[in-house]
């Protein structure tokens, strides 16, 4: 999705600087202009902040969503993924498993799955960045119990996996 857009958007830096916000954060575009996340409408300024443009920017880049029938339909339809528990894992008696590796490798949330089954911890939350969106992506896992020293060992030895950090 990354590719095509960025294709589009070559000559617009600061528009694909939008592009970049809007998608990292799961914030949709209305069939009448409006940015919003879910049902709460977010300002053009607040976005242009975020993206370091200025708001025409903005607005300029919401006229163009509209105006392509692909992207169109991306943004009127992109929703947030919901609220990242990482942050605040412990304080909700929760436990925090980062694992880097090659994001194109099948098989590392489906292995990292089986070792925390195999210990009895159910997955709270798997979430995995997209590499086309952060340069040193990773899969996010939250956990009602901690890992064991082994588990994480394990983890290690999934085929692709560069890191584990368990917290």
Do not use: C, H
Not at 38 to 65: H, L, M, Q
Not at 139 to 165: A, C, F, R
């Amino acid at each position: 999705m990354w590719k095509k857009i960025s294709e589009k958007l070559k000559n617009y830096p600061a528009r694909l600087n939008v592009i970049r916000i809007l998608i990292e954060y799961g914030i949709g575009v209305t069939e009448d202009g409006k940015i919003t996340i879910g049902p709460v409408e977010i300002p053009e300024v607040s976005i242009a902040r975020a993206a370091g443009v200025d708001r025409r920017i903005v607005k300029k880049t919401v006229e163009y969503i509209l105006q392509d029938k692909e992207l169109r339909r991306i943004f009127t339809g992109l929703r947030p993924a919901g609220a990242l528990l990482a942050p605040i894992a412990k304080e909700l008696g929760y436990f925090v498993v980062e694992i880097r590796a090659d994001p194109t490798a099948p098989g590392i949330l489906a292995g990292a799955a089986k070792i925390a089954a195999e210990e009895n911890i159910s997955i709270r939350q798997a979430v995995a960045e997209d590499p086309e969106l952060f340069p040193e992506p990773k899969l996010i896992l939250i956990l009602d119990k901690p890992l064991s020293g082994e588990g994480v060992n394990k983890m290690l030895k999934i085929p692709y996996v560069k890191s584990v950090t368990a917290y």
